[in-house]
């Protein structure tokens, strides 16, 4: 038998991933101020790429949050 579609606890989820993926960025971006000048270019550009899309999906996620409460 299924599991019932239970959904209370979607907006703390949502807001824990939300803090999760502002750590990342956080993290990688304290990386590249510690040791971007010996990091690869096309590295750093990736990374800084990767922070763009987190910043977007944190976007879609805010207002995932707003839309359960």
Same mark, same amino acid.
Request: glycine content about 2%; proline content about 1%; charged content about 45%.
């Given at each position: 038998? @299924?599991?019932?579609?239970?959904?209370?606890?979607? !907006?703390?989820?949502?807001?824990?991933?939300? @803090?999760?993926?502002?750590?990342?960025?956080? /993290?990688? /971006?304290? %990386?590249? @101020?510690? $040791?971007?000048?010996?990091?690869?270019? $096309?590295?750093?550009?990736?990374? /800084? !790429?990767?922070? /763009?899309?987190?910043?977007?999906?944190?976007? @879609? %996620?805010? $207002?995932?949050?707003?839309?359960?409460?």
């Amino acid at each position: 038998m @299924a599991k019932p579609d239970d959904r209370s606890d979607n !907006a703390e989820r949502i807001k824990q991933n939300i @803090a999760n993926t502002e750590q990342k960025i956080q /993290e990688t /971006e304290d %990386l590249i @101020a510690a $040791h971007g000048n010996e990091m690869d270019e $096309h590295d750093k550009q990736d990374i /800084e !790429a990767k922070n /763009e899309r987190r910043e977007t999906s944190i976007n @879609a %996620l805010r $207002h995932e949050v707003e839309d359960e409460s």
